[in-house]
């Protein structure tokens, strides 16, 4: 059984005494989104548990609770972009995440974490110029922590637009050449690009 812990929120940065607590008592509880009264119980127990999987933009506060998802297979994906505060209001610095995240790989092994650049969006200050040079930063910073680099575009739903009116989407154009220079600096960097 795999426990992917990313889809409706970022655990390890909002929750991670609660997951510790569950890991502790063994099991969680999950409710189903589009039927509340409907709940299931999974056994957190390696016996059972093949992996669990984390999406996160911020894996530290789970750092002092490695011990007890140790005998657990993991994958993590650290989310790690160059968007400022004015699209990542709550992220912490990203000079501290880059420090965080090979902490992480240290801890769990460079094949067990994965960086997540996105979604790649394009803006008057979010230029596709920007991208390639903080992409080339990031990259170069986390060569031997992580042997996967993950890119998407990103989706303009109408709650996307409303919250970021100045936010266009990124042509085919603009698609195919970005992702093909991510994927020539990831490569330089000893990583794989994946959509």
Known sequence: MIINTGQRTDIPAFYA???????????????????PAQVSRYRLDPSVVDCIGFCTKNPAPMFPYMDLIKDFGQYWFVTLTSYGRDVEINV?????????????SDMVGVD?????????????????????????????????????AV?????????VKRNFPEVREVNKDERL???????????????TVKP
């Open 17 to 35: 005494e609660w997951f510790a607590n569950r890991l502790r008592e063994g099991f969680v509880c999950v409710r189903n989104p589009y039927y």
């Open 92 to 104: 912490p610095d990203k000079h501290r995440l880059i420090e965080d995240f090979k902490s992480l």
């Open 112 to 148: 067990s974490v994965g960086w997540r650049y996105d979604p790649v969006f394009l803006s008057e200050r979010y230029t596709a110029g920007y991208h390639l040079k903080a992409f080339e930063e990031i990259a170069k910073s986390l060569k031997g922590y992580t042997k996967t």
């Open 151 to 159: 890119i998407s575009f990103i989706d303009l739903y109408p709650k």
């Open 177 to 191: 050449m970005l992702g093909r220079e991510l994927i020539r600096i990831a490569g330089a960097h000893g990583m």
